[in-house]
């Protein structure tokens, strides 16, 4: 008790003193928590978005389909099972058609995939509503990357070249029905979606597809003959992995900010300790014995731990909260990481993360308050009167 | 010069330092003993021995040989807790820089001993004031030592040595920094002290202003007591 008391009076006493190392230490636990919390966020998000953009909640692939293999594509779609007609028809199931195909912006020739996909289709956030209507030309859908990266505008017309099922040439024009916007890069580069019921026609493939892609409702029974189930742990086994990697990084990003607010506390408490050693020395001839001196100190750097999660709660928690709802932005460049980045990143802050970090702080600030308190206690106090630095 | 009344005993006290590969002796047989109600002084010149004989009484130093028994208590054998308690309960200590925590007032600063003692708010808060007026520093009870001059910061601290009432008060060269008023405002608290309260006071000095007020001087030369003589007060 009379160690917090004197602790309490010797913060107190030092005024400007305290509440500068005070200030620092705070920043170390909104930063901490800033940096973290946007790394969680982000990492939650691209998953998020790759799930209602991409993925759905799992699907079906045709067992030839290799994504990474483009070439495979020509044979990599098989008949839509029976059994599935009226989810899809409900829009439950999304059928997707995935061809090779060349299309030529300004002169130039570029590989693209073709999609097909179900106009009704409300399993994925793709606008593919926008390509209903009657007209006779093909309605299209570009992703904003690349329609920017082409110079793609909406009502365009795009021509495309295709094979068909027997490997004979063909083209047409589509009409760029709409130009959407998606954090998910594996939707938008390098890919124009059409209807799923042109692309079938065009490769003289009607009633089949590539993949079909679920909601939120389980796969019905169904013959799987020729079919493939990918759950979404499998779908998302590679964003998992990036996200893993960057856990790695964020943990050592945690590390490096947590040594810097070490290094911080052990530098002020190192100095502090030169500084007021004759006031060690007097408190021990006053009758303090060496251990009281180290509890003290130690309590002292603890106190400022304290104190710091609470200025950190004051002027962190607004500044977190508007984060969270506001969000960071995010420059466009940052789709060249490979991670689909969206333009605001919303930080996610976990009760986890805040207790961590104040545990975490906590125990830093005093155990490198022990530390040099500790070696106070070896010091002569007939020379620590004199303010003789030893 | 044993009595009943003995506060401080010295014998054959030998104390030593390192002095790279060689070994310095600061004090070299020292026999000396202090009644209660003394006020004494240690004289001599610069490295004669005097404030490690005051840091050995004051059980902040240890001996090398011989003995230094403090209320009864041997130094050398003392742990450093009951070395603590002794320090905080039966000495007080004066320094020639006032040495006062620069943090607290001097309301905090007096109170600081008793704080270690454990002694309840308003029994220390009375016994504060009593102490600051003692001293004539009442009104500046909430003062810090920065906001005080050097003659008040070391009232302040003669009022936290006396605070808790001591047996023995060491005063290493308590005039050093001062003018010459403030030195003699000083002393003639001192001397009123030791005559109200009956406590012994033990200075080192070279200082000719407080020698004159000394009853008893002991001059220290190279570690030995020179001559050790009583005062007549006319």
């Known amino acids: 008790m009379l160690t917090f008391k004197l602790a309490i009076r010797n913060l107190v006493g030092a005024g400007l003193r305290t509440w500068l190392n005070v200030f620092v230490l705070s920043l170390s636990y909104v930063v901490i928590i800033y940096m973290n919390g946007m790394l969680d966020g982000w990492n939650r998000q691209a998953k998020t978005d790759m799930i209602h953009w991409d993925t759905g909640q799992g699907q079906l692939w045709q067992k030839n389909y290799d994504p990474i293999d483009p070439f495979t594509l020509q044979n990599s779609f098989g008949p839509i099972p029976g059994e599935l007609n009226n989810l899809v028809k409900e829009g439950q199931i999304a059928p997707v058609l995935i061809t090779m195909a060349s299309f030529y912006p300004e002169g130039r020739i570029q590989s693209i995939l073709l999609k097909g996909i179900s106009e009704n289709q409300k399993v ?17 859908l570009v992703g904003k990357r690349m329609a920017q990266s082409n ?51 065009m490769l003289q493939a009607p009633g089949e597809a590539t993949l079909l892609i679920r909601g939120k409702s389980e796969w019905p029974s169904f013959n799987s003959d020729g079919w493939v189930s990918k759950d979404l742990k499998t779908l998302t086994a590679d964003i998992d992995q990036i996200i893993k990697s960057k856990s790695m990084s964020s ?50 750097g603890a106190m400022h731990g304290v104190l710091a999660a609470i200025l950190a709660a ?33 930080p996610v802050y976990s009760i986890g993360l805040i207790i961590i970090t104040i545990v975490f702080v906590l125990i830093t600030a005093t155990i490198v308050s022990y530390l040099p308190a500790r070696r106070i206690s070896k010091m002569n106090p007939t020379e620590a009167i004199k303010g003789r630095i030893q | 010069m044993e009595s009943n009344n003995t506060v401080i005993e ?26 209660g109600g003394e006020f004494s002084g240690l004289v001599g010149p610069s490295g004669s021995g005097k404030t490690t004989l005051l840091n050995i009484i004051g059980t902040l ?88 001059s050097g003659g008040e910061c070391q009232r302040v601290a003669i009022a936290r040595a006396i605070v808790k009432k ?52 002991i001059k220290l030369f190279d570690g030995k007591v020179a001559t050790d003589e009583i005062v007549t007060i006319n």
């Open chain 2, 61 to 148: 130093d240890s001996p090398t040989e011989g003995e230094a028994l403090v209320m009864g208590q041997s130094v050398g054998n003392l742990s450093q807790k009951k070395a603590a308690h002794l320090r905080n309960l039966k000495i007080g200590f004066i320094f020639q820089t006032f040495n006062l925590l620069p943090v607290y007032s001097a309301m905090e600063n007096v109170e600081f001993p008793l704080l270690l003692q454990k002694m309840n708010a308003e029994r220390r808060k009375k016994a504060v004031m009593e102490a600051l007026e003692w001293v004539g520093l009442a009104d500046k009870a909430r003062s810090r030592p920065a906001q005080m």
């Open chain 2, 166 to 217: 001591p047996e023995i008060v060491l005063a290493d060269e308590p005039t050093a920094n001062l003018d010459a008023a403030n030195s003699h405002h000083i002393l003639q608290t001192m001397v009123k002290l030791n005559k109200e309260l009956g406590t012994t006071f033990l200075f080192a000095t070279h200082d000719e202003k407080v020698i004159g007020y000394l009853r008893r001087i």
């Open chain 1, 124 to 140: 994925i956030d793709l606008p593919t509503a926008s390509m209903i209507g009657d007209s006779t030309e093909i309605p299209g």
């Open chain 2, 10 to 35: 010295i014998r054959n006290l030998v104390k030593t330092f390192p002095m790279g590969n060689r070994e310095f002796t600061a004090l070299n047989g020292i026999n000396l003993t202090f009644t």
């Open chain 1, 251 to 300: 943990a050592v990003m945690y590390l490096i900010l947590l040594m810097l607010a070490m290094l911080a506390i052990f530098d002020t408490q190192v100095l502090s300790i030169f500084r007021r050693q004759r006031e060690i020395g007097t408190q021990i001839a006053l009758g303090m014995t060496r251990w009281q001196v180290v509890k003290l100190f130690t309590v002292e």
């Open chain 1, 314 to 346: 004051i002027y962190g928690i607004p500044f977190l909260a508007s984060q969270a709802r506001f969000g960071i932005p995010m420059p466009k460049a940052t789709d060249s990481m490979g991670l689909a980045v969206a333009e605001r990143i919303f």
């Open chain 1, 151 to 201: 110079r793609i505008k909406v009502g365009d017309l795009i021509t495309l070249r295709w094979r068909d099922r027997n490997g004979t040439f063909d083209a047409a024009d589509v009409r760029v029905a709409a130009i959407f916007d998606t954090n998910v890069p594996t939707v938008d580069g390098g890919q124009i979606w059409i209807p799923l019921a042109r692309l079938q026609k």
